[in-house]
């Protein structure tokens, strides 16, 4: 019997288990995909928002607002790659510049500080290659880039360090009320009892709360495809730079990633289902909107592209706390963007709920540091000569395009939670994300999977489930 089940291994679950085991509580964490990250945490821009988009009075601004002042902390404690970078939004003539007004007034009243109306002049001092016609923009120096999927993985990971248990391929079908909480059900037979539950399914929480008699809300699907810059082009734009957003959200953004590619896109379509494809008019619409906002985008250095699927609640907010429809039932669902930037603040705010409702006490062997968090690439010379000196395998380098050591991806495949595809060592290390994507390296990383877990080749899978590298059997 757990005290706290979770289910969904995205960034919410995530800092919700690790929240939660700063108590005397017994955490469990139920995720459908063969590994965690499996979501919108895994495809997103990254950004660690200021606060100023979300409506006043909203969950979104309260949680944004929070979740950003408490972000750095968090990436230091669990050594994921962050940095307060600054954004901009741009607008080009009078009719934008009042909607810039309107966007600085409600980030004065949702909390944000040190926002800036900058004219052309100033705003040509942060960045040089904006648009001619930008006229003013907002600057917003509390905006941030994080890593999304090392922040979502480190942080169950260091949940796991501290006592939660992970049931990976864990489809949740079913719930029933026990005495004491609930029992759910995995298609498999599998069944796990907790005093509460937390929903944190993401596209999938409403039909979550369903099985739990909660028919309160429904998720819709709107993609964002995206195109991703090789390294090369490191400081083209050193803020994240944005247009002015709609009702569809955030707009377009280029943006510097916190792993030092730079970013392009999204778009926003509405979808019927958790669609990833991407299209190539979405990067026509994608190339159309940077191009108002910034000159000589360098697309030609394209290494890949991508999309996520944002999961918005029909309540356009997001729904935290307990289900009035089914006790002990909390849900953190709807959390569209800016769900990764407020998923520090979700994730303590539920805990504290959850805490509070069980009496819990605090765990004082609670440790919010997680082990081996620094990132070998950004040690001194000296000090990754002494890992390596221990160590010999931090010397040899299997990507090459992302500098990722032997001993790195042994790390992934031994530390919590434990990658065992080739996408899982791919977010844990980015072996695999350069500019040959994964040319050079994948025919090695599966080798080590075989070794390290005793897999005939044909077991090896790209993902999970039934996606085979090879088929057809061994040569
Ligand atoms: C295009 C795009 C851009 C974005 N940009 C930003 C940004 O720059 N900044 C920002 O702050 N936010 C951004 N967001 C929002 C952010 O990515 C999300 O708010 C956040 O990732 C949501 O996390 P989650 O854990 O709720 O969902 P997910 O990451 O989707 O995780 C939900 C998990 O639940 C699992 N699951 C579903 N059903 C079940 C079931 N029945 N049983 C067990 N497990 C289940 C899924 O497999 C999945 O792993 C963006 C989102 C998108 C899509």
């Not at 929903?199 to 596209?203: E, I, V």
């Not at 290390?429 to 500019?435: F, I, K, Q």
């Given at each position: 019997m757990f005290d706290a089940i979770i289910i969904g291994g995205g960034v919410i679950g995530a800092m919700c288990a690790r929240e939660l085991t700063a108590y005397r509580l017994k955490v469990a964490v139920a995720e459908?995909?063969?590994?965690?990250?499996?979501?919108a945490s895994k495809a997103n821009s990254g950004i660690v928002h200021?606060?100023?988009?979300?409506?006043?009075?909203s969950k979104k601004a309260k949680f944004n607002v929070e979740g950003n002042r408490r972000m750095e902390q968090v990436c230091k404690e669990l050594g994921v790659r962050y940095e307060n970078n600054g954004s901009l939004v741009v607008a080009h003539g009078a009719e934008e510049e009042q909607k810039l007004r309107e966007l600085y007034e409600r980030g004065l009243e949702n909390g944000v500080t040190g926002l800036q109306i900058l004219d052309k002049t100033a705003l040509a001092r942060l960045?040089?290659?904006?648009?001619?016609?930008?006229t003013s923009g907002l600057y917003a120096p509390t905006g941030g880039i994080v890593c999304p999927f090392q922040l979502t993985i480190a942080a169950i990971g260091n949940a796991m360090d501290n006592g939660a248990q992970l049931f990976p391929s864990?489809?949740?079908?079913a719930a029933k009320r026990t005495e004491s909480g609930w029992q759910i059900a995995a298609k498999d037979g599998r069944v796990l009892e907790g005093k509460v539950v937390l929903?944190?399914?993401?596209?999938g929480s409403a039909q979550v709360a369903r099985l739990f008699g909660d028919a309160s809300f429904e998720i819709r699907a709107r993609k964002g495809e995206y195109m991703l810059l090789d390294k090369?082009?490191?400081?083209?734009?050193r803020h994240t730079v944005f247009g002015l957003p709609t009702a569809a959200g955030k707009g377009v953004l280029v943006s510097p990633t916190a792993d030092g590619n730079i970013l392009v896109g999204p778009t926003s379509v509405e979808e019927d289902t958790y669609d990833t494809s991407v299209r190539r008019e979405g990067f026509d619409q994608i190339r159309e909107k940077a191009d108002a906002m910034l000159?000589?985008?360098?697309?030609?250095?394209?290494i890949t592209s991508f999309a996520g699927v944002r999961a918005y609640s029909s309540r356009h907010d997001f729904i935290i706390g307990e289900s009035e429809y089914a006790e002990g039932l909390f849900h953190a669902a709807g959390?569209?963007?800016?769900g990764l930037t407020a998923s520090p603040a979700i994730g303590r705010y539920l805990a504290e709920a959850v805490a509070d409702r069980l009496h819990a006490k605090k765990?004082?062997?609670?440790?919010?540091e997680r082990k081996s968090a620094e990132w070998f690439r950004q040690l001194s010379r000296e000090a990754q000569n002494e890992i390596i000196r221990k160590e010999?395998?931090?010397?040899?380098?299997?990507?090459r395009c992302e500098e990722v050591t032997l001993g790195e991806i042994l790390q992934a495949l031994r530390?919590?939670?434990?990658?065992?595809t080739i996408d899982g060592v791919k977010l844990r290390?980015?072996?695999?994300?350069?500019?040959c994507q994964g040319g050079f390296c994948q025919p090695s990383v599966f080798n080590l999977l075989m070794k390290e877990y005793g897999y005939r080749a044909e077991e090896v899978t790209k993902n999970g489930g039934k996606s085979f590298v090879i088929t057809g059997g061994e040569i």
């Open positions: 459908a995909a063969d590994d965690v990250c499996a979501g200021a606060g100023f988009d979300a409506p006043c009075g960045e040089e290659n904006l648009a001619e016609d930008v864990f489809a949740v079908c929903n944190c399914a993401g596209y090369s082009c490191k400081g083209f734009v000159k000589n985008i360098p697309y030609r250095e394209v959390i569209e963007s800016p765990n004082a062997e609670f440790h919010p010999s395998a931090y010397g040899r380098i299997v990507c530390q919590n939670p434990r990658a065992h290390t980015r072996a695999g994300m350069g500019r």
